[in-house]
């Protein structure tokens, strides 16, 4: 009885140099889309994260004036750049706190403006952002362009007061 040697010419055994390559290839595609992915996540998750920092500050810029409750609440009035505030009151104080919390978003500023009537207001938080859902048209001209408000992104929160 003779028995069959161990590596036959008759079938083939393992994988071809041209196989090894495509399957390569195609993982190496794979491989880079998963990460053009990743990098998509992690800017839609900054620009969310800075928008929703904004957004809360607007609304605890609101909270504190509502807390406040005085009849001259429309001293809180402030422009974009408003940087001087004095005093110990509750007002100077909310705004100094609310003015540093926008100094933690990128190049953030904010404004409150009274709508004629001293009972209704709109609180707008402005601040640098070119990343998230813009189309890739709004992401060049947001990069590229030299005026400093085409990266400009706000937030504006209108409330009554009373």
């Known amino acids: ?80 750049g408003d940087s001087t505030l004095t005093g110990t009151e509750p007002r100077a104080s909310d705004l100094k706190f609310w003015l540093d919390s926008l100094r933690r978003l990128p190049e953030g500023d904010g404004k409150i403006e009274f709508n004629g009537a001293s009972s209704e207001a709109t609180v707008t938080v402005r601040f640098t952002n070119c990343l998230g859902t813009l189309s890739t048209l709004e992401a060049t001209h947001c990069n590229n362009s030299s005026d400093p408000d085409a990266r400009k992104r706000s937030i504006a929160l209108w409330i009554r007061l009373q």
């Open 1 to 80: 009885m003779q028995s069959a040697p161990p590596y036959s010419r008759k079938g083939q055994l393992g994988f071809s140099l041209i196989e090894v390559l495509v399957s390569l290839a195609i993982m190496a595609v794979g491989l880079l889309g998963m990460g053009r992915l990743m990098v998509a996540a992690i800017h839609h998750a900054t620009a969310t994260d800075v928008s929703s920092r904004a957004a809360q500050s607007a609304h605890g810029m609101a909270e504190a004036m509502r807390a406040t409750a005085t009849a001259n609440v429309s001293s809180y009035s402030t422009a974009y």
